[in-house]
């Protein structure tokens, strides 16, 4: 039995606040906590079969033109290499999020430094990388390459769709009392998941499995089977568990398929994982952007107009760009606005989604800009967002499904002891150490995407949970078990949740902070029809149903759910798909941001001291796995404010800094013990669980709060990102 | 020689406790000996480069990046992983505490962490100084500031460092000022 839920209409029914078993929400520990702690968790390249072979893949040096030759036959002699793999059919670079097909395949045609153009196979992993480094290719390069987006010869695209204006900006900047008219610029980034890209192929007559790093397994098999050329029913892709994500392992990659095709054509198993450094090459990176943010404000600091404009960059036929003003349109007021958008068609690795595509960069920028406007009107920063909290969405004239800004702002405020900052910038020195406070707003679209998920409630009275969702540290094994604990009365020890596999019903997989609402909400209704069926057994009426530590309670009758079920078990799906509710209401989650640094002024230096965030994202499922997703995103947040900046050489657009050596993430020492407020919300237009996307809330406008505690400390505004020590201390 | 022709060495290593005897490529890392050759994928490979941590393991009781030294190296060596820490239903109290305090989330890094933190923990018993030690000769202290510093060679994009240093402070029975 499937029970269904298409969101068009807001869900009143808070039913779990109905269940009593107490486990929705708690900090509880991760069930598979144990296996990873002890080095027990499988990830992709962990189940080697006797016999596997290994892959390296080898990738273009040129940035555009065309791959004619490779010395096949000298490396296919070397020691132990048994195939160099140069299938027309090996990807040029990742899948999209949620393509469903597969992407370019074209590994003769160059597009961009770093492409794969093939894989070279040997008995070991040794022999392969020797193979792949000592491998010759005959190419033949364009003469003119565009790599740089403000190179005049760029070819600029305006997509129509993106581009949006309500009002007279101009005349608004022209009348407002105060304004601001400012270029940000943001360095491409890399998810840098820890796990690099890595799958294990092996074919059983016509019919593959692949043990993969993957987020979202039911596209990556359509995917797959798409690039192969072969029927989706015949892929299986296993990813119980993956060692991160953000975005980087949304579609199908290069060593995916490339170890597919090996695999076949010899009959041994392939593993191919990529490089660190194949990863920064091959990998979809966020898109450096540069955007110019108009802001014009009344007296009292209220916004009249808003002009956020915003030039990215990709691939020539690559569908994706950064959505830099995804949260523009909906944040703040001002009757006058003004949205653009475009993007430059260079040769560099190709851009794709990294950790909250849009808000990430777009927010922090402009955060920025807000700051800017307090100082020149002399309003508190946190008090010129309270002024501009909109009733309804400005953009679209409908209501908010929740709102949750100001509470952050003022919760954020009081806890953080923002009253003690100084607004005058550089007032506060303790030795060579300038300190300055700043804070940002947070803000990110909420989505829900089709989801299904099965629960079984064994003759045992135990209950599986089963779907192909994934659990990329995000916590869905925890927040899943949770549910089912939940709306079933049993303890948590009594439920075990499978995930990661394709054989599995399909749901959302994990991005854009989708999957656990979405997911959760298929595990919720499948157990809304488990109770049904229970309530027919035990004929009564569901809502005097009570399920608590794996007994049934109706009236003074309390059965053992073992007992109750008589050597039966009971089983369904639920499935929910996004409806209406999308249209009539504007979805969001909200938070905001609290920052002291420290900057150094003799070496320009800047030390994050302390950071508070404070988040709304509906009902939290989990307190400890949400607190440490936000703590997650601010990290990454400090990173883009501070250090992470993708490096092309200006000449073929390479990336330069292809290692972790040279593209700076924070360490341990980079990052203070911050400080997380989760606050109480629901929101009934979202889903019955009345809960939101956290992944990302975390890292949207998160550098903001960093930058301008950089001002407020020096007086030096940073407007082109990351803060290094060179643009503090040359403003010094 | 193997069949190939490549040069290959004959290692005895004693890991975890267990001997063990390794004829392999005398290329391979000790890193892809551990987790190709012997089955213990505890240890992972983050980088390959010796810039990340991910694939740290302990050799005569140091913390060592296993993928920037040779298994042939380490003929004679006692090595420790995360699989000799500690097992489901009985870990160590860095273990523990590692789960409680939420002190990772995918749990890639994780392995590596938690073998660092463990030998870092005797260092600081050691006496042994850190940067931000205060003058490089009094005995260090188990604080926030020594345990981030000297955590930092490992990398964790889940960013869970918070967590890892108060489950380092539990466990170890340090201070959080
Ligand atoms: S894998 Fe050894 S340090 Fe990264
Ligand atoms: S737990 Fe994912 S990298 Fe540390």
Known sequence: MTL???????????????????????????????????GRAPYAMEQLPENCHHGVLVRSTISKGRLADLDKT????????????????????????????????????????????????????????????RIVQQLQADTKVVVNP???EAEIETPRKKQASTGDLDKAMREAAFTVDQHYTTPGHVSAAMEPHASLASWDGDSLTLHGSYQMLRFNRAELADALGIDEDKVRILAPYVGGGFG?????????VAAAIASKELGVPVAVAMTRQNVFEMVLRRSETSQRIRLAADKEGRLIGIGHEALVSNLPDES??????????????????????????????????????GEAVGLTALEIALDELAEVSGIDPVELRLRNIPEEDPSQGIPFSSHTLAEALTTGAERFGWESRDPKPGTVREGEWMIGLGMASAARVNMLIESKARVTLTSEGRAVVETDMTDIGTGTYAVLSQLAAEMLGLPMTEVETRLGDTGLPPASGSGGSFGAASNGTAVFLACEEIRRQICEKLTCEPDDLTLKDGHAIVGNRRVPLAEMLDGAELSAEGHTEPGDAEDKVRQATYGSYFAEVAVNAVTGETRVRRMLGVFAAGRILNAKTARSQCLGGMTFGIGMALTEELLHDKRDGHIVNRDFAEYHLPVNADVPQIDIVLLEERDRWANPLQAKGIGELGICGAAAAVVNAVHNATGVRVRDLPATLDKVIGGL | MNAAGNPTAQTQLAINGRDYRLDAD???????????HLGLTGSKKGCDHGQCGACT???????????????????????????????????????????????????????????????MIEEIAAGWPSHVTDDGTGKPQLTVEEISERMSGNLCRCAAYPNIVDAILEAAGGKRA
């Open chain 1, 248 to 256: 980087s392992k949304l579609g199908i990659a290069p060593e995916a």
């Open chain 1, 150 to 152: 403000d190179d005049p």
């Open chain 1, 74 to 133: 000298t490396i296919e002699a070397l020691p132990g290499i048994r195939l160099v793999v140069t299938d027309r059919r090996l990807l040029r670079n990742p899948a999209q999020g949620m393509a469903g097909e597969a992407p370019v395949q074209e590994t003769d045609n160059i597009h961009f430094f770093g492409q794969p153009v093939a894989l070279v196979v040997a008995e070991t992993f040794e022999q392969a990388r020797h193979g792949a480094q």
């Open chain 1, 4 to 38: 269904h839920l298409k969101m068009d209409e807001p869900v009143d029914r808070d039913r779990l606040e109905d269940m009593v078993q107490g486990v929705i929400g708690e900090p509880i520990d991760r069930p598979e906590g144990e296996l990873k702690v002890t």
């Open chain 2, 26 to 36: 005398t290329r391979t890392t000790l890193l892809d000996a551990l987790r190709t």
């Open chain 1, 320 to 357: 994706f760009s950064e959505p830099v003003t995804q949260a523009t349109p909906f944040l703040y007021r001002g009757e006058n606005r003004l949205i653009g958008h475009r993007i430059a068609r260079i040769h560099r690795t190709p851009a794709g989604s990294v950790r909250a595509p």
């Open chain 2, 57 to 119: 393991v302990l050799v005569n009781g140091r913390r060592v990046n296993s993928c920037l030294t040779l298994a042939c190296m380490h003929d004679g060596d006692e090595i420790v992983t995360i699989e000799g820490l500690g097992k489901p239903g009985q870990l160590s109290p860095l273990q523990e505490a590692f789960v409680r305090h939420d002190g990772f989330q995918c749990g890639y890094c994780t392995p590596g962490q938690i073998c660092s933190a463990t030998a």
